[in-house]
Nanobody
């Protein structure tokens, strides 16, 4: 059974850090690019970061660049999102998904964040809250 399971969400103060994990099962992780998205209440789902397989090319959404870091460990079948300096605009449910359309191993710089139809096997999400 193909599955992605997110964990690591929680409540932090502004400026704090969280480390999200996306655990993969039922498929070979290194055959797929993996992306993180987030969705706040009343807003559209937003691309946070994407990491390709193979060379591990990474992309970040503009609002998180320099604060968030994505990484993958294909042996442990895990993709991690390290989130530092969390801000009031970061609270959302965070989801991971694998790329299932087009070139499945690669995040394309112009489309990874906006073509949600390229992704499947969405996890159930993990809630991130930032408040003082």
């Amino acid at each position: 059974q193909v599955q992605l399971v997110e964990s690591g969400g929680g409540r932090v103060q502004p400026g704090g850090s969280l480390r999200l994990s996306c655990a993969a099962s039922g498929f070979t992780l290194d055959d797929y690019a993996i992306a993180w998205f987030r969705q706040a209440p009343g807003k559209e789902r937003e691309g946070v970061s994407c990491i390709s397989s193979g060379d591990g090319t990474r992309f970040y959404g503009g609002s998180v660049k320099g604060r968030f870091t994505i990484s993958r460990d294909n042996t442990k079948k895990t993709v991690t999102l390290q989130m530092n300096n969390l801000q009031p605009e970061d609270p959302a449910v965070y989801y991971c998904a694998r790329k299932v359309q087009g070139q499945r191993t690669y995040c394309y710089p112009s489309t990874w964040y906006r073509q949600l139809s390229d992704y499947g096997s969405w996890g159930q999400g993990t809630q991130v809250t930032v408040s003082s």
